[in-house]
């Protein structure tokens, strides 16, 4: 009974002497996946031979083994390999050939990956990167083109129309104070104030000292009459009488038409 117990340990310290005496691997602690990283195998012994080269075809455990080549220094080899999945990589003991066996080696491949990397599609989750898109300001402001240029185009339909509704307020007042219904001086000179006003939303801020000879040089002939009367009935006069609207803005159109044309 104690014979065989002798025996297992026997066999067990030797087990454990040629893992110790085998060629170690030089790794970093984790391989990035899909890139193209490089492992070592070196005796660090310098009484013992370098380990043959071991008998690869193209894969190192689940890695993709791209090259392998001997150290600079006859050492070891080095292996550039690349990892397609990610989780743990374990790679088996390599039989070397004379008798040795390289250690098994365990090196983690992480799942999450810069987002937009070539091997993006293993990876996902929180630590993912998203990528950096800008908005598109050029495409953008082709959109701004149709809506600018409606608001370009009613811009100016409402400037060259302002004339016009400024006029038409203008003979809305001046209806409503038009013939006067007296003869008192704060409703005569009510009334040709807002005439005034009338003739300058038409004829621009100069008909506003227009006299009688002015609207007879621009055939004004009802205007005529109006700056008469008024004058008239500020001296008590019911001569000239004042003019009905209608000749008063109908002259307004006239010339306006005239001035068109």
């Not at 060259?160 to 409703?187: C, K, N």
């Amino acid at each position: 009974m104690f014979g065989g117990a002798r025996r297992l340990a026997v066999g067990w310290c030797l087990a454990e002497a040629s893992a110790f005496a085998a060629p170690a691997w030089k790794t970093p602690t984790q391989l990035k996946l899909g890139e193209l990283q490089v492992l070592e195998l070196r005796e660090e012994d310098p009484s013992k031979p370098p380990p043959p080269r071991p008998t690869l075809e193209d894969r190192l455990g689940p890695l993709r083994l791209r090259f392998t080549e001997p150290l600079q220094d006859g050492r070891g080899w080095r292996f550039q390999v690349q990892a397609l999945e990610p989780g743990l990589a374990v790679i088996p003991a390599l039989d070397l050939g004379n008798g040795q066996r390289s250690q098994e080696l365990r090196l983690w491949v992480p799942r999450s990956i810069p987002f937009g990397g070539p091997w993006v599609g293993f990876g996902g989750g929180n630590d993912d990167r998203l990528p950096a898109i800008p908005f598109p300001w050029a495409w953008a402001s082709l959109l701004l083109l149709p809506p600018l240029a409606l608001l370009v185009w009613s811009l100016r339909r409402w400037r060259q129309g302002s004339a016009r509704r400024r006029l038409r307020r203008s003979i809305q007042v001046f209806h409503r104070h038009w013939p006067p219904p007296d003869r008192e001086r704060e409703t005569l000179d009510a009334a040709h104030g807002l005439g005034r006003d009338l003739l300058a939303s038409r004829f621009g801020e100069a008909a506003r000292a227009w006299g009688p000879a002015d609207f007879q040089a621009r055939q004004l002939g009802p205007w005529e009459q109006w700056v008469e009367s008024l004058d008239a009935a500020r001296f008590g006069r019911v001569e000239p009488t004042f003019p009905p609207l209608e000749p008063l803005v109908a002259a307004l159109e006239t010339d306006d038409e005239r001035g068109r044309s």
